[in-house]
């Protein structure tokens, strides 16, 4: 099709970008770490978005070249953050299903001088689901290398709760259903509340996604949320505006 091989060329050309999208602790709104999002205007397409393309690449085949290049870039500008923020990188089903993925971004990891303890890699329910023991060896090989793996979009799966038990997670990313509305919505407060009680007795990092108004970033804080995630603090943005937005913190 017309946007496969747009993908394709957009792919050997280096053309896809990434954008980062600022993660901040809750308590004093210090920023904590970036997420990678990929990004892809294409001259006669416009817009698509990585919900398309990302899915797109997995079913033809290129995954790994998308993944490969995208961790390079996003581990390139990450160089030049505070070496303290962490880098959050999304593993698509796909790659958790092939035992060659660790050893690929570590060498990526290696290649670009990025210490690997700063590198966390996101990873959704559905992605574990595909193969679970495989899945299970790949996050092993990333956490022993020191990289830290978060399960992402926490809530919308299914089977949330045996996956905790039965995976090693560093951190746990409350999917944003939960948290939009949440200062006026009882229901969602309550899950809130609760995921967080139960990742401090797992000791487990909690980020609430998806937060876009102070009312919400108030009561996750009452809740005990530890960070946060959202347009309220940050819009995806490229290298060059994340180097900005942290000259004006620091
Ligand atoms: O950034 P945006 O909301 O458009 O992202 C849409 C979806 O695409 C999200 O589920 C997000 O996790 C996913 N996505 C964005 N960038 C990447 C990436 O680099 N790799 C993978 N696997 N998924 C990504
Ligand atoms: O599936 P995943 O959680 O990786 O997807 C992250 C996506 O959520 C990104 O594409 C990002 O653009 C989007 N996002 C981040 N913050 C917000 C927000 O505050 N509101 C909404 N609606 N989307 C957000
Ligand atoms: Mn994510
Ligand atoms: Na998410």
């Known amino acids: 099709t017309q946007l496969e091989q747009a993908l394709r060329n957009a792919i050997i050309a280096d053309e896809i970008d990434v954008h980062f999208q600022p993660i901040v602790k809750l308590r004093n709104d210090d920023v904590v770490g970036f997420e990678a999002l990929a990004r892809w205007c294409d001259a006669n397409l416009g817009y698509v978005s990585p919900a398309i393309f ?8 290129f995954i790994d070249a998308l993944a490969e290049m995208l961790l390079r870039k996003a581990a390139q500008a990450a160089l030049s953050w505070p070496k303290e923020l962490f880098l959050s990188f999304n593993l698509s089903s796909a790659q958790l299903t092939d035992m060659s993925t660790s050893s690929r971004l570590l060498t990526i990891v290696n ?19 595909a193969d679970a023991d495989v899945a299970q060896k790949i996050v092993a090989e990333f956490r022993s290398a020191g990289v830290r793996v978060s ?9 949330s709760l045996g996956r905790l038990r039965d995976f090693t997670f560093d951190k746990v990313k409350i999917d944003r259903a939960f948290v939009s509305g949440i200062s006026a919505d009882r229901a969602s407060e309550h899950i809130v509340k609760a995921i967080v009680s139960m990742c401090e007795g797992l000791e487990l990092e909690v980020v609430a996604e998806g937060i876009e108004h102070p009312s919400e970033a108030l009561k996750l804080k009452s809740l005990g949320c530890g960070m946060g995630q959202g347009f309220f603090y940050g819009k995806p943005a490229d290298a060059v505006a994340t180097m900005r937005y942290l000259a004006d913190r620091y």
Not at 112 to 129: C, N, S
Not at 151 to 159: A, H, I, K
């Open 54 to 61: 990302v899915p797109l690449a997995e079913e033809r085949g």
């Open 111 to 129: 290649q670009v001088g990025l210490d690997p303890r700063r590198l966390e890699l996101e990873i959704t329910e559905t992605a574990v689901m």
């Open 151 to 159: 399960l992402d979009d926490f809530g919308t799966g299914q089977s």
